[in-house]
């Protein structure tokens, strides 16, 4: 394509409406996409969805989606999907197909399983630092936490690099990963997720509450 040219993209992909049933059957076939927040996330998702904020898809769709499995979205209230798809597009994602029907409410009203993270606030961590055994991943880029420092004890492995470093996550321990804010703590903790990790947990205001608390940082 970057020699002889894209084809040419006369309209957004018109992107239908998946029932639950079709998004179930799907599970394994295609990649679900949990656009909403993380706290949402945490609160309630379909197993094995990839947890990636509206935002945050031009900076990361681009690590984790491939180019020929579809792409279904999940949303709360289906609003502003437009610009959404827009950022798939100008990423060469010409698979993305459709979103849930309903949204995410309809998914839990339909009895249908759900997956959960746990989502801690800086203070759960601090205290639970003290007396627990926790495997304490940080996700930020390596210029983040050179200027910034780390959160003494922590391991870092840069969220596009996750996947690919899963043997260095231990499974029998409680994992709890942050990031700057929280928004690539709950990526972290979606990808762990779907790989079979029981115990994660996401750290909501990540390094930046962490800082803003008062607890002591390493650089």
Known sequence: LNKEGAPLLHHLPD?????????????GNAQIIDIRSPTSFAGGHIPGSLSIWKEGIPAFAGWFLTYDTPVILVDDFNCGLVD????????????LKGYLAGGFPAYFKSGSPIGRIEAWSVHDLAGRLKGEDIFLLDVRDIANVSRVGRIPGAHHIYIGE????????PRDRQVAAYCDVGYKGSLAASILARNGYQ????????????????????K
Do not use: C, W
Not at 162 to 169: D, F, I, K, Q, T
């Open 15 to 27: 992107l239908r409406p998946y029932p639950i049933k079709e998004v179930k059957e799907l599970q």
């Open 84 to 95: 959404v798809s827009l950022h798939f597009v100008r990423l060469g994602y010409d698979n």
């Open 162 to 169: 996750l996947p690919g470093r899963l043997r260095e996550v």
């Open 199 to 218: 115990r994660v947990a996401n750290i909501l205001g990540g390094m930046t509450g962490y800082i803003n608390a008062g607890y002591p940082v390493k």
